[in-house]
């Protein structure tokens, strides 16, 4: 493959599937799948010959076993695939879940001491060099990023914290867990941890082994493939996650944490799912030529029927000025809209309109519970709202403009968002050496991007709440940390497609042409075209103390923020 | 979960909402009473013991020297956590606030060390020059890290130093374009004969730099003057390409404010760093030159 | 208020602020290409693609970054038609930054490593050692030698000059060559305190700092260098100096009992003594008026001498001096000296004595003043010898004497009455007698009678010893005859043996090495004759008398007629802005200095 040394090298390019979820998939288990109920109903034919289903059975899924006690997922992660139960049974824990140290969790992998100390003397001027061999020595790696240590219920310290009996050691079944955590069982056939996978988000439950467990784990590319050629499939996950973000999110939301079982259920059965805008809103927003559009949710002045739980997506609070709008705030995941008129006509038994409009930016996913609901089950048992919405009006509207501006540029979706200070930048640029050090001579953010004021959003990679770059990734390269949920590209999985790249909606992806070591341009035998590769801000994943561009900021000038906490504090500005 | 749980506690909390800018100023004022302290927890010990020591026979120069030692090497240092940004070796911010501590203690104890202003020997005359130099280069890369950042705000079109050449040369294609259409267009040569006869000089490199270095706009008056000069000579088509090309000049003029303040913020280094090389590279022979000779 | 897209992710690459190189042709002001120079700093903006060959066509390769496609499209021989002459890259800043510090490392290098000797190029500069010019003192002889004159390890060469910084340097050891002092040099004030175990050695240059330039004073010392020992330390002689010993700095007694206060104020003005002759008349007024009369302070240091006794105390006690004759031995009676000699107590056995003065008499008559001499050597068993007790005395005399005492009859005297030395008088039973009359002050007889009675006074045995101290009594009572026991009485009786003719003489200005004063500046801004009184105050009831004329074995304590000197006086002019008040100006850190022999030839030749 590699040429001489001044000549280019080439490189096939990397096609979707060279690098498998797991190479030891064998023909023989595929056909074992195929032959299962969920998917020899499905109709092969219907997918493209680049992508037939054996294909995203062989290169996008894998088989895993996992023994008694064994978690498969974990509440809070972040998840790139779904698992479907072969055999054996899984079971997973309700709301409220386990305790946070009960789930083994290590914040991050330890840093590789011996890396960084080498890293200095290991540095290469070349711009963007790897070592191509790696890519092209299949036999040596695996797409799987879950190379985690297991952890296992059996190994907790005190069983007494999870069981009533003490687990029998070497037993094939893990006794059932105490009254206080509620579980329901996973027979084979069953799909779970979709949710997470194809809405770019956290694992909301956790899934254990309840007896020695054979899975299928699929990358979300797979899923997605399936259940846009499958109705069955479709409807199956379509399904699976309205129940699942009615069951989690109603059970988890702090509003309703003093309903019991019975009253739950009653809330969930009168609770609607509703959508508001465009699931792919970063096309309309990339093409900046018309305004995007913004769908009122809730206009002020209207009267209230129920309580909006926002479960995705974004929403702009606003209250009439004017002529136009003022943006008081942002919701998002975990927020709520309406409960202030509500509870407020629930106490004085006179209707109250809403004080304040909500609009969906991009996207909204909410639960509406109507107020006949609320009256019934949850005002009585709450205490009245200490603030309101409407309140956040109170600020002098020259605090406004920084707002508008986060909401206008979507810079609410970040979650590191690279903010500079420019009054006290001396432009240096050491954050960019600093970067560029850490990654191998390269740097993964440009500094320079819109501002406002004295503040610039550089144009570095924001983690954002809602990653829309993964959405075309056909090969999983790019995804969201198990722990953390930043938004990582697997170098050596990325082919170079650009999918990412041009769905960023802040331009914080760029794809550049690799070089060999030697220097020399590495390039497809067929096309010449230079072999691509997608960067961006990794935040210095597996670096032991944090983002190396904030940490080299002499002046305090950069910081990695998520905007929502400056924007509350407005005015500071 | 954990940020989930923390915009839960601000949406419940009622001050959250509401700016506190007196917590803030208070942290900030903690802050520097910290900064200070320690400043002050790391001098005074230095400083006393070579006072003391020096009303005990003398020796309160080798305190003070070695302690500039020590100093000069942890000064040095900055730069080179600036290489190794890798390592957890403490927050460049962190370092930065040290170095400025560390700088104005090194100061206080050289006086202290050498007594006299002025040296007599040859080479320690030279040793406190170049310590001069470091400490007024230090002094004015601090002003001028501290005033010129807030220009660059104000003058705005943020750009990156080494992108101003090509900046400035696509804006020079974008402006001869102009010309070169509304000559074809209009025929009159006019805006060509005004191009070449003073834009040309305008746009081949930056301009006033004088101006923009002491924060004058010498360069918008040119503009303004020359572009209000040129306009009764052309007709209406002409005249926009004259607005467009007045637009391309004032960014342009743009370009040049920040070429040089830019400038300023990295040039006091070429003194500051090259001093503070020679100042390590001195300071360890005047002490094995001591060592040799008296000690 | 939203933004313009212009950082589309296909249009700007990252840029790169750690290369080494810039585009040549940015730093023309012109448009630099997308390529960028390559790491060795190389152009490779030629083209602006290199177009890549698919089958028989030539395909064009220009990235988004720089266009996209060309619209041409490559030349048929596979060439691009966009090409640029080849710029040349520079450095990029921070490289230059790189290089000026390298430069100037490299300068002082070069400068300090390039040695004014063309033999030995790479010899160091002697600029990168100058410490700074020598004192004027010792600019001169260093001339020669350099600074190896004192650095020894200047002299050694290469790695070794490098290694001997790893050893003890103090040039001090290099002092001693040339000077030298009355005590160790290395000692602290070159001596050893015996209260103060722990001071220790210490080096010259902890208090004497060369390469100050040539007219640094190098003696000069300040003092908080002094306090650097000194448990107070203080730069304020008037505020933090403590107060001098109240009785400073008459502490001791002299060696002559001399009332200040009873001349001053009674016998230089008592009208008897006045009336006694024109010259006594005189001296005493102009002593009690004027201090120099006796103090002879022109030109005096510390110590002030009076004047010799001849020329003022004899105007008056002259008298007193030649006050009698001495009778030194007669017939039938134990006088002092005999009684001296023969070792016999006045109240003893009669007849013995008797006996002992007859054999005496008859020895005397046969040998004359061998016999005498005999006595004195058995008396005393050493100096003085007789011929100092019996100085100027005749032998034929003697001789007439003893006979004359033997055979109990008169002699002829010799000598008129009442002059000077030896002669022979008629007791009162008319018998002869020896006698003596001193000539004056400082009578060598009298005082060798003295300095014998005093010598067997402080002998070994013990009924000649109590003999010897009643003789000594007797000879210095102050109405014997010669009255040395007036003046010198307490000094003598104080004395030993051995310090013994040192108290008939005034004694060596007391030692105190480390302190400085000198009379003479300070009466120059005083009134010479009557200034005196500014620092030395009579104290009227002092109790002077009482320690001088004590009884014996009941010694009185000293209490001086002068009141203490007190701080405050010199404070008056010795305060800052007035006169220096250094420690300097008063006490001296070393015992005194002198150059040792050669010196100049040691330290030129080491």
Not at chain 3, 126 to 136: I, K, R, V
Request: glycine share 8%; net charge positive.
């Amino acid at each position: 493959m590699v040429s001489g040394k001044s000549e280019a090298h080439v490189l096939q390019r990397p096609k979707r599937w060279d690098t498998p979820f797991d190479t030891r998939m064998s023909d023989e288990e595929v056909r074992e799948l195929l032959a299962r109920p969920e998917f020899c109903s499905i109709d092969a034919a219907r997918f493209p010959a680049a992508a037939p289903l054996h294909g995203i059975l062989r290169n996008d899924c894998r088989i895993v076993v996992f023994r008694p006690g064994e978690l498969i997922v974990r509440e809070g992660d972040y998840g790139n695939s779904a698992f479907l139960v072969l055999a054996g049974m899984a079971r997973a824990i309700l709301p409220p879940g386990l305790p946070q140290r009960l789930l083994g969790r290590s914040t991050e992998q330890p840093p590789d001491w011996r890396a960084l100390l080498l890293e200095p003397f290991r540095r290469t001027r070349i711009p963007e060099a790897r070592d191509t061999r790696l890519y092209t020595d299949r036999a040596g790696r695996s797409g799987s990023a879950s190379r985690e240590r297991r952890v296992s219920l059996l190994e907790i310290a005190d069983w007494r914290e999870l069981f009533d009996q003490a687990p029998a050691p070497g037993s094939e079944r893990v006794p059932p867990l105490g009254a206080k955590h509620k579980t329901a069982p996973l027979p084979p056939g069953s799909l779970f941890g979709e949710v997470a996978a194809l809405g770019r988000g956290q694992r909301t439950a956790t899934v254990y082994a309840e007896t020695e467990t054979r899975v299928l784990e699929m990358r979300w590319q797979a899923l997605r493939d399936i259940m846009n050629r499958d109705e069955t499939w479709r409807q199956k996950i379509e399904r699976g996650y309205r129940s699942s973000l009615f069951r989690n999110h109603l059970m988890e939301h702090p509003l309703l944490a003093q309903l019991d079982a019975t009253a739950l259920e009653k809330v969930a059965a009168e609770t609607l799912f509703e959508t508001y805008g465009s699931f792919e809103w970063h096309l309309d927003f990339r093409n900046r030529k018309a305004a995007p559009a913004e769908p009122l949710v809730a206009a002020q002045g209207d009267y209230p029927d129920g309580l909006l739980l926002i479960t995705g997506g974004f929403g702009r609070v606003s209250i009439r000025l004017g002529t136009s709008a003022r943006t008081l705030t942002y919701l998002r995941n975990g927020d709520h809209f309406g409960l202030d008129e509500l509870y407020e006509s629930w106490r004085s038994g006179r209707e109250c309109p809403y004080e304040t409009s909500l609009s969906a930016l991009g996207y909204l996913h909410a639960l509406r519970i109507p107020y006949s609901v609320l009256a019934e089950h949850v005002f009585p048992r709450i205490a009245p709202p200490r603030t309101r919405l409407v309140d956040t009006a109170a600020r002098p509207i020259a605090d406004d403009a920084f707002l508008e501006w986060t909401v206008e540029e979507r810079f609410i979706n970040g979650s590191s968002t690279m903010l500079i200070d420019l009054d006290r930048c001396v432009r240096c640029d050491d954050c960019v050496r600093a970067c560029a050090d850490t990654h191998g001579g390269n740097p993964r953010f440009v500094r320079q991007g819109a501002t406002f004021g004295k503040w610039m959003v550089a144009h570095a990679c924001m983690h954002c709440l809602d990653p829309v770059c993964m959405i075309g990734c056909p090969t999983g390269a790019i995804h969201r940390s198990v722990a953390g949920g930043r938004v990582i590209i697997n170098d050596a999985t990325c082919i170079g497609c650009g999918t990412c790249a041009h769905s960023c909606p802040y331009d914080n992806i760029r794809l550049v042409a690799i070089r060999e070591r030697d220097g020399q341009p590495v390039l497809d035998p067929v096309s010449r075209e230079p072999i691509l590769k997608a960067t961006k801000c990794d935040l210095c994943h597996g670096l032991p103390s944090g983002p190396s561009c904030e940490r080299a900021c002499a002046h305090g000038a950069l910081k990695r923020v998520d905007l929502r906490s400056l924007v509350i504090h407005a005015s500071a500005l | 979960m954990r940020s989930k749980t923390l915009i839960r506690a601000l949406l419940a909390l009622p001050a959250a909402h509401l700016p506190r800018p007196g917590r803030e100023s208070a942290r900030a004022g903690f802050v520097a009473g910290l900064y200070l302290a320690g400043t002050l927890a790391l001098w005074l010990p230095v400083a006393a013991a070579a006072w003391y020591l020096e009303r005990r026979l003398g020796t309160g120069e080798l305190v003070t020297g070695y302690a500039l030692l020590v100093f000069t090497f942890v000064l040095a240092a900055f730069n080179l956590r600036k290489r190794l940004p890798a390592l957890p070796l403490g927050s460049a911010r962190a370092w930065k606030r040290a170095h400025l501590a560390i700088g104005a203690i090194a100061t206080a104890l050289y006086v202290q060390h050498a007594g006299s202003p002025y040296p007599m020997g040859r080479y320690e005359q030279l040793l406190a020059l170049v310590f001069c130099a470091v400490v007024v280069s230090g002094l004015l890369g601090d002003f001028l890290q501290r005033l010129l950042p807030r220009r660059l705000t104000d003058v705005g079109g943020e750009v990156i130093f080494e992108r101003i050449p090509a900046e400035i040369a696509t804006l020079r294609e974008q402006a001869e374009a102009l010309v070169l259409a509304s000559v074809r267009e209009a025929g009159s040569g006019a805006l060509s004969q005004y191009y070449v006869e003073s834009l040309d000089w305008y746009f081949r490199r930056p301009r006033f730099l004088l101006s923009h270095l002491t924060g004058g706009n010498r360069g918008g008056r040119w503009i303004r003057d020359q572009i209000s000069a040129l306009r009764r000579y052309l007709d209406e088509r002409e005249g926009r390409a004259l607005d467009q090309i007045e637009a391309l000049a004032l960014r342009k003029n743009q370009l040049d404010a920040h070429y040089v303040l830019q400038g300023a913020l990295k040039l006091w280094l070429f003194v500051h760093v090259p001093a503070g090389m020679l100042l390590v590279a001195l300071a360890c022979w005047h002490l094995l030159v001591l060592h040799i000779y008296a000690l | 208020m939203k933004s313009e897209r212009s950082f589309r992710h296909e249009k700007i690459v990252y840029e790169r602020p750690s290369d080494r190189y810039r585009c040549g042709r940015a730093l023309l002001w012109r448009k630099p290409c997308w390529q960028g120079p390559d790491p060795a700093g190389a152009c490779q903006g030629q083209s602006d693609c290199a177009p890549a060959r698919i089958g028989d066509r030539w395909e064009c390769r220009r990235p988004k970054v720089a266009g996209g496609k060309c619209s041409e499209g490559p030349k048929p021989d596979g060439r691009c038609p966009h090409t640029h002459p080849p710029c040349v890259p520079r450095p990029a800043l921070r490289r230059w930054r790189g290089r000026a510090a390298s430069l100037a490392l490299l300068v002082v290098v070069l400068v300090f490593l390039i040695g004014v000797d063309p033999a030995v190029p790479w010899a160091v500069n002697p600029a990168a050692l100058d410490a700074g010019e020598l004192a004027s003192s010792h600019a001169g002889f260093t001339r020669e030698h350099g600074c190896g004159t004192c650095h020894a390890s200047h002299r050694a060469e290469g790695l070794a000059w490098v290694a001997s910084a790893f050893r003890a340097n103090d040039p001090s050891g290099k002092c001693v060559d040339c000077h030298d002092f009355a005590g160790p040099p290395a000692l602290v004030h070159n001596a050893t305190f015996a209260d103060r175990a722990d001071v220790g050695t210490i080096s010259c240059v902890r208090c004497h700092s060369e390469h100050k330039g040539a007219a640094a004073r190098l003696s000069q010392v300040p003092d908080h260098v002094c306090g650097n020992c000194h448990r107070r330390s203080f730069d304020n002689f008037a505020a933090a100096h403590p107060p001098f010993d109240e009785r400073y700095p008459y502490r001791r007694p002299g060696r002559i009992y001399f009332d200040h206060v009873r001349h001053a104020e009674k016998h230089f003005v008592d009208p008897k003594v006045r009336a006694r002759s024109r010259a006594v008349a005189e001296f005493a007024a102009e002593a009690k008026a004027k201090c120099t009369v006796c103090h002879e302070v022109q030109g005096a240091t510390r110590e002030v001498a009076p004047r010799p006794y001849e020329k003022i105390c004899g105007t008056c006690h002259d008298r007193d001096v030649v006050n009698g004759e001495l009778n030194v031995l007669e017939p039938g009676q134990l006088t002092v000296m005999a009684s001296l000699l023969l070792g016999m107590e006045k109240d003893g056995d009669e007849e013995a004595n008797a006996k002992r003065l007859a054999e005496l008499w008859q020895a005397v008559a046969r040998d004359g003043g061998r016999a005498l001499a005999a006595l004195v050597a058995e008396a005393a068993g050493r100096k003085p010898a007789a011929e100092e007790l019996f100085r100027g005395l005749a032998t034929q005399l003697l001789r007439d004497l003893g006979s004359a005492w033997g055979a109990k009859r008169g002699l002829q005297a010799g000598a008129k009455e009442g002059s000077p030395g030896w002669g022979v008088r008629d007791n009162a039973e008319g018998r002869p007698a020896l006698v003596y009359v001193p000539a004056a002050h400082g009578d060598p007889v009298l005082k060798a009678w003295i300095d014998f009675a005093a010598a067997a006074a402080r002998g070994a045995e013990d009924p000649r010893r109590a003999i010897a101290a009643d003789a000594l009594e007797q000879l210095l009572d102050k109405d014997a005859v010669g009255a040395c026991g007036k003046c010198h009485g307490a000094a003598l009786r104080a004395a030993s043996p051995l310090e013994f003719e040192r108290a008939w003489k005034r004694p060596p200005a007391s030692a105190a090495p480390h302190s400085r004063f000198s009379h003479a500046p300070h009466l120059e801004l005083l009134d010479p004759d009557a200034g005196c009184g500014k620092c030395h105050e009579l104290k009227a009831d002092s109790g002077y008398a009482k320690y001088f004329s004590a009884k014996p074995g009941k010694p009185q304590p000293y209490q001086s007629n002068f009141a203490g000197i007190r701080k405050e006086v010199c404070v008056e002019c010795h305060q800052k802005g007035r006169v220096d008040s250094a420690c300097q100006v008063c006490h001296a850190y070393h015992l005194p200095h002198r150059f040792k022999l050669g010196f100049r030839m040691k330290g030129g030749r080491s």
